[in-house]
């Protein structure tokens, strides 16, 4: 402790004064300090409220983008709908033609139809001219055998002072062979038996009963009726067979002229044909 510790000083009551005035000094200096800040306080925030534009700025950009986007939105819509468009016209381009194909190939179609209906009904008339011609063909037939039946005694007579085996022949040979020939342009038609559709024996077998003789129904055993005789001592009347005397497997009538007439195949139907067309195995004479 210091000696003096206990002595008055008379300069102690200034040291406070000033450390008063000091701190009322220091006081009030903060005191307007904080005066001034708080009156410069609402001066500086105006700048901070006047540049708080920046939101009106970004809603700016926002808006522009948007429209931006909208636009982009709207240019996809108008292409995806071009694309529609184009995609309809295309389906509607490929229908037409298509459609367009099909009136072309109905109408060829109706005309092909037409043209075959056309051809049938000029071949059914043709096969109806040709059978009215057979008939009448088989009428006048039948007419004059019938009237060479029902000849006067006097012309029977003179018949039979000739030999009665040559004129039986001649007569049944004719008869034979005009009825063959009125059957050219039938149909052939397996088991045909007539009138306007033969197989091969049953032609001959209707042939012969012009004539009064009944042949057996089928091609072998019509080999066989009769007398065999050479291809090369043919006469009118003989059947011709193709094949083994026994085991033929086709018939026909020779009538004369190194011709015959048969029922061929549902190709060609009946037909006159060269011997040459189809050489045959051998004949047999029944007459």
Request: hydrophobic share 40%; net charge neutral.
């Amino acid at each position: 402790m210091s000696h003096t510790a206990h002595i008055p000083s008379h300069r102690k009551p200034r040291q406070r004064a000033s450390t008063s005035a000091l701190r009322a000094g220091v006081a009030g200096g903060v005191l307007s300090t904080i005066a001034v800040a708080g009156a410069a306080g609402p001066a500086q925030a105006e700048p901070v409220t006047q540049t708080i534009e920046m939101p009106t700025i970004a809603s700016g950009f926002s808006a522009a983008a948007a429209a931006s986007a909208q636009a982009t939105q709207q240019l996809a819509l108008d292409m995806e709908k071009q694309a529609d468009q184009d995609a309809a016209a295309e389906k509607a381009a490929k229908a037409a033609k298509k459609a367009h194909a099909e009136a072309v190939r109905k109408d060829e179609a109706e005309k092909k139809a037409e043209a075959a209906a056309k051809a049938k009904a000029e071949a059914e008339a043709k096969e109806r001219a040709e059978r009215a011609s057979r008939t009448a063909e088989r009428t006048t037939l039948s007419a004059s055998t019938g009237a060479s039946d029902s000849s006067p005694s006097g012309s029977s007579s003179a018949s039979a002072s000739a030999p009665s085996s040559s004129s039986n022949v001649s007569g049944s040979a004719a008869s034979i062979v005009a009825f063959a020939k009125a059957q050219v342009g039938d149909a052939y038609v397996s088991g045909g038996t007539g009138p306007n559709a033969w197989d091969c024996s049953g032609l001959v077998q209707a042939a012969y009963r012009t004539a009064g003789i009944d042949l057996p129904r089928v091609s072998q055993a019509q080999s066989t009726y009769g007398t065999q005789v050479s291809l090369d001592n043919l006469q009118p009347g003989d059947i011709l067979y193709w094949g083994g005397a026994g085991s033929a497997y086709h018939v026909a009538i020779y009538v004369g002229g190194g011709q015959f007439v048969g029922a061929q195949n549902s190709s060609t139907g009946t037909v006159q044909r060269s011997m040459d067309y189809d050489r045959p195995t051998g004949a047999v004479r029944v007459l």
